[in-house]
């Protein structure tokens, strides 16, 4: 079994920053990948971001393009998601999962295994 336990949502301003930590623990050697995702009130679930935990390869939505970058520290065990010039449109709470059973895609909720908890964000205008 993975753990995923997210970090470092709060408040932002348009246009600031802020930088969500995820980290795994258990079985972290099986995992294939990780993902982003996030949910605002009334919404579904929307891709953000992910990565090949191997290979480093990263998967992007086209929202966030530009202003958002996913990483990972595979010594710490955690993959990040730095998100920069911060929109209202992007409040939502944010997920992030684990692929462990191999599928090769990680654009869509259904390809991940496991999940954290959320952490909220919260951008004013």
């Known amino acids: 079994q993975v753990q995923l336990v997210e970090s470092g949502g709060g408040l932002a301003q348009a246009g600031g920053s802020l930088r969500l930590s995820c980290e795994a623990s258990?079985?972290?050697?099986?995992?294939?990948?990780m993902g982003w995702f996030r949910q605002a009130p009334g919404k579904e679930r929307e891709f953000v971001a992910a990565?090949?935990?191997?290979?480093?390869?990263?998967y992007s939505s086209d929202s966030v393009k530009g202003r958002f970058t996913i990483s990972r520290d595979k010594a710490k065990n955690t993959v990040y998601l730095q998100m920069n010039s911060l929109k209202p449109e992007d409040t939502a709470v944010y997920y992030c999962?684990?692929?462990?059973?191999?599928?090769?895609?990680?654009?869509?909720?259904?390809?991940?295994?496991?999940w954290g908890q959320g952490t909220q964000v919260t951008v004013s205008s």
């Open positions: 990565l090949s935990w191997n290979s480093g390869n990263i």
């Open positions: 258990g079985r972290t050697s099986s995992i294939y990948g």
């Open positions: 999962a684990a692929q462990v059973y191999y599928r090769g895609v990680y654009d869509f909720g259904s390809q991940y295994d496991y």
